[in-house]
T-cell receptor, first 114, second 114 residues
Framework: KAGVTQTPRYLIKTRGQQVTLSCSPI?????VSWYQQTPGQGLQFLFE???????NKGNFPGRFSGRQFSNSRSEMNVSTLELGDSALYLC?????????????FGQGTRLTVV | GQQLNQSPQSMFIQEGEDVSMNCTSS?????WLWYKQDPGEGPVLLIALYKAGELTSNGRLTAQFGITRKDSFLNISASIPSDVGIYFCAGRAAGGTSYGKLTFGQGTILTVHP
């Protein structure tokens, strides 16, 4: 069974641009969550999707958005990039409604904003 | 908001020694997860805990879900050089607006000297 796949692995963007990151969950998993990891703030929850619906959202500005497709694949978008958005963005896949279930992470997308 | 305090922040040990790290929360969790992360990679799930008092092993790793549902510990026995990495605890809230969201500890950096 393939794991969680995130693309691209690395990305360099300039301030003001926008970026779209992609996540394909484990086959059969319907819940996808996104996290931002930085040395200063650690792992911070961005949002979570189940069956194409956003079920929960973290404390990030509206420049951060996401969506989930009918095949459970998810994308997150960051508009008007700022230097502080440089981070490792991680996607986590869970089997079903996010209650008492494990979360499996992809390798992440390393975003650098210059 | 929820806070997870993970300790210690870092550990320097000799190969063969046992390691113990723990997390305490200000809120009740219904799931505790322990992850290991290597540089530039996503976190890898080590152990998942679902019930208060539950004790679960995975090879040389043992973790327990605290009785109060506000704490968990991870033990590594007979450490080896490949145990080097950052270990994270994560908890899923029991309800309210944080339902389903994973809250992460700050991480424990483990260094093993041969």
């Amino acid at each position: 069974k393939a794991g969680v796949t995130q693309t691209p692995r690395y990305l360099i963007k300039t301030r003001g641009q926008q970026v779209t990151l992609s996540c394909s969950p484990i086959s059969g998993h319907r819940s996808v969550s996104w996290y931002q990891q930085t040395p200063g703030q650690g792992l911070q929850f961005l949002f979570e999707y189940f069956s194409e619906t956003q079920r929960n959202k973290g404390n990030f500005p509206g420049r951060f958005s996401g969506r989930q497709f009918s095949n459970s694949r998810s994308e997150m978008n960051v508009s008007t990039l700022e230097l502080g958005d440089s981070a490792l963005y991680l996607c986590a896949s869970s089997p079903g409604p996010t209650g008492i279930t494990e979360a499996f992470f992809g390798q992440g997308t390393r975003l650098t904003v210059v | 908001g929820q806070q997870l305090n993970q300790s210690p922040q870092s550990m320097f040990i000799q190969e063969g020694e046992d390691v113990s790290m723990n997390c305490t929360s200000s809120s009740i969790f219904n799931t505790w997860l322990w992850y290991k992360q290597d540089p530039g990679e996503g976190p890898v799930l080590l152990i998942a805990l679902y019930k208060a008092g539950e004790l679960t092993s995975n090879g040389r790793l043992t973790a327990q879900f605290g009785i109060t549902r506000k704490d968990s510990f991870l033990n590594i026995s007979a450490s080896i050089p490949s145990d080097v990495g950052i270990y994270f605890c994560a908890g899923r809230a029991a309800g309210g607006t944080s339902y389903g969201k994973l809250t992460f500890g700050q991480g424990t950096i483990l260094t093993v000297h041969p």
